[in-house]
């Protein structure tokens, strides 16, 4: 029995309900069909009344605006012939001239009067004689307010006192010299002028014009179409100082009808947007099938670029998870992408050593202030570790809105090898500058040697001397007779100490160290070296440092190396000079022009200066001007300057030859120092 239920629930059932949507489904759409015909015309009423209260609003705020526009174009001339009077500048016939000009180009103004303290008044725009009785009364009560408050103020619109008509309306601007108070300009307006000359004449012609005063008593009137049907108004304050004036407009238009045949346009009009709907939807779906096979070649593209991208790209969102990883960096730190997408910190690449860094990097992730480039260490699954640098970007969606953070990063570990490189090369490129300037000064090297060891083997002697004749006479020498001989012997000694070890340091490689440094010091530790070439070619030298010169943060030897190279030029350049321009000066002082405090050490010579055509190749690596030269002594020089944040210029001398400059950061904190050395 339930099968045999269960077979007309499927035979009868199913197939009846679909007969039933078969005719259901027209039957309502017909419905929906008369009943939008039946709105429509409705609708289509309310709108059109809608668009036209519309309109008569913005038309009313666009002659409202009109109107106060030039009533504010007539304030500004008017108080202007005020100031012009207050100031003196305005009186008489020019006045008289002025205030005739303003009304003729306004005809909205029927005449300006100027009436004096005591109300009489003084120039007008016609030969009536006005004075402050003759106005309305509302203008009298403006005239002593605008009196009593500098202020200028509109009347309340009225007829002149003892009339009914016409209706004016007063714009008092009182006038003071300081304190002295000399009158009111007054400018009268006829009410009805300002709707005939503001008011434009194809808005007149549609819609009845009225202005009313603050009790609602109309005032002025323009009906040149014919009177309002009171359908569709609108009012609008005019913004007066102390007058209430409100603009009225009652448009001349009646309801709108139905049109006979709006049920047949209808219909075509629904058909129409039918077959437009139709054809759009076709648009719309081969638009749509387009860029949906656009999109699957731009991701093709796309995954194909990145696969074959050596940067590694890494993609977080805004809680730092991640969302993305291409190959590159899957291959770069060894762990395979399933593996990473959706982890969250700490990431099992970080290194256990900069967690810090880390976990203080993910903070600021966090907080929206990443910074765009930066350099850490990350570690391969093996452990290993490798320099990376990371630029960051925000990742913003279509609405504008960041959703997360891009990254790329390089192994920028066979770069920091290539660096290193470099880096021992300039080392071995300086030492051989350095032996090479030692090999220069060999020769007056030994010379000064000689001399210390000379007079210690003359002192020795003479001890010895002493002591073998005070013995053959049977005499005990006294010690103090052999001390002078014995001190100056030490003397010598330490003289030649010092000449060596000045040249151990110079010659000695070892790793740049850069340490806050005195600038005296460095100059003082150069001295003796250069005292032996400027005395090898009778140069005459001078050191100046200026007083409380800030410490560098320097590498000593590199800087000594620098001042070497460049005396020894300078030196060199004097040599076919007169005696008495051979003189070399090294001068340390404050840079007080630059914004930064950097120390400027100068090295000056009145040699044979440079030529433009050698100046302008003067740093390139192996261009030199003396034959057995290598080149490269300037190179090294500008090289190390940079290297400590500075730079090497040169400039003429004056005086003839040229000056060396070479600057330095200082260091926040500034030693006292103030030493002048004037040597031979």
């Known amino acids: 029995m339930l099968n045999k239920q269960l077979d007309t629930l499927f035979t009868f059932g199913i197939p009846g309900r679909r007969r039933v949507w078969h005719w259901l489904v027209p039957m309502l759409l017909v419905l929906l069909f008369l009943s939008t015909m039946l709105w429509l015309p409705w609708q289509a009423q309310q709108m059109e009344a809608t668009e036209r209260q519309e309109k008569l609003i913005a038309d009313t705020l666009w002659v409202e605006q009109t109107i106060r526009f030039q009533l504010e174009r007539d304030e500004d001339s ?108 007054v400018a009268q307006y006829s009410v009805a002028s300002i709707l005939e000359e503001m008011v434009p004449w194809w808005f007149a012609q549609d819609n009845e014009i009225l202005l009313a005063d603050g009790n609602d008593n109309v005032i002025a009137r323009r009906a040149a179409g014919g009177p309002g049907r009171g359908v569709y108004t609108h009012s609008r304050a005019l913004d007066l100082p102390y007058a209430s004036v409100t603009l009225r407009t009652n448009s001349i238009k009646s309801e709108p ?15 129409v947007g039918l077959i437009w709907s139709l054809i759009a939807l076709w648009r719309d779906i081969n638009r ?103 630029f960051e970007s925000p990742l913003v969606d279509d609405t504008g809105k960041q959703t997360g953070w891009m990254g790329s990063m390089l ?52 001890a010895l001397n002493m002591i073998e004749s005070g013995a053959a006479k049977g005499k005990q020498l006294d010690p103090e007779v052999l001390k002078p001989a014995l001190e100056k012997a030490s003397t010598q000694a330490q003289r030649a100490g010092n000449i060596i070890r000045s040249v151990h340091t110079f010659v000695k490689r070892r790793e740049p160290s850069r340490e806050p440094l005195s600038v005296q010091s460095l100059i003082e530790s150069v001295i003796t070296l250069v005292e032996l070439q400027a005395r090898q070619f009778f140069v005459h030298l001078q050191v100046q440092i200026d007083p409380g010169l800030p410490r560098v943060l320097a590498d000593r030897v590199m800087l000594e190396q620098v001042l070497l190279n460049l005396t020894r030029n300078a030196i060199e350049a004097m040599q076919n000079v007169a005696p008495e321009r051979r003189i070399l000066r090294i001068v340390a002082m404050l840079d007080t022009e630059s914004p930064q405090r950097n120390v400027v050490i100068s090295v000056i010579d009145q040699g044979h200066g440079i030529p433009e055509e050698v100046a302008e190749r003067l740093f390139s690596p192996f261009f030199s001007t003396k034959a057995e030269g290598m080149g490269m002594g300037l190179k090294i020089c500008r090289t190390t300057v940079e290297f400590h944040g500075g730079t090497l210029v040169h400039a003429p001398n004056p005086a003839g030859g040229t000056i060396f400059r070479f600057t330095l950061p200082a260091l926040a904190e500034a030693t006292r120092e103030s030493h002048t050395i004037e040597q031979k």
């Not at 009808?257 to 058909?271: C, D, K, Q, R, Y």
């Not at 090479?436 to 020769?443: D, K, V």
Request: hydrophobic content about 35%; aromatic content about 6%.
């Open 78 to 185: 008017i108080r202007l012939i005020g100031n012009e009077i207050s100031g003196g500048g305005l009186s008489g016939k020019r006045l008289q001239d002025r205030m005739t000009v303003l009304t003729r180009n306004n005809r909205e103004l029927s005449r300006i009067i100027w009436l004096g303290p005591q109300g009489r008044s003084v120039a007008s725009t016609d030969e009536a004689q006005i004075s402050i009785n003759d106005l309305s009364a509302s203008s009298r009560v403006t005239a002593e307010r605008a009196r009593a408050t500098r202020t200028p103020q509109y009347s309340q619109p009225a007829a002149p006192s003892g009339l009914n008509e016409p209706m004016l309306m007063d714009y008092h601007v009182p006038l003071y010299v300081g304190e002295k108070y000399l009158g009111n300009l």
């Open 257 to 271: 009808t139905l049109l006979p045949n709006l049920l047949v346009g209808s219909v075509i009009a629904l058909s």
């Open 288 to 390: 749509r099938l387009a860029a949906e096979g656009a999109l699957r070649r731009q991701v093709a593209f796309r995954t194909a670029m990145e696969n074959s991208l050596m940067t590694g790209l890494r993609a977080r969102d805004l809680e730092g998870r991640i969302t993305y990883v291409n190959p590159a960096f899957c291959e770069m730190v060894g762990i395979p992408e399933e593996k990473l997408v959706g982890k969250a910190p700490p990431m099992p690449y970080w290194a256990p050593e900069a967690m810090d860094e880390y976990q203080q990097r993910f903070t600021q992730v966090l907080a929206g202030t990443v910074t765009p480039q930066h350099q850490t260490i990350f570690q391969r699954s093996n452990g290993e570790r490798f320099p990376v640098l990371i």
């Open 411 to 462: 192994d920028i570990s066979d770069r920091e090898r290539v660096e290193d490189l470099n880096r021992r090369q300039q080392e071995k490129l300086e030492a051989s500058a350095r032996l090479a300037t030692m090999g220069e000064i060999a020769s007056t090297l030994a010379h000064e040697l000689n001399q210390p060891l000379a007079a210690i083997s003359s002192y020795t002697t003479g």
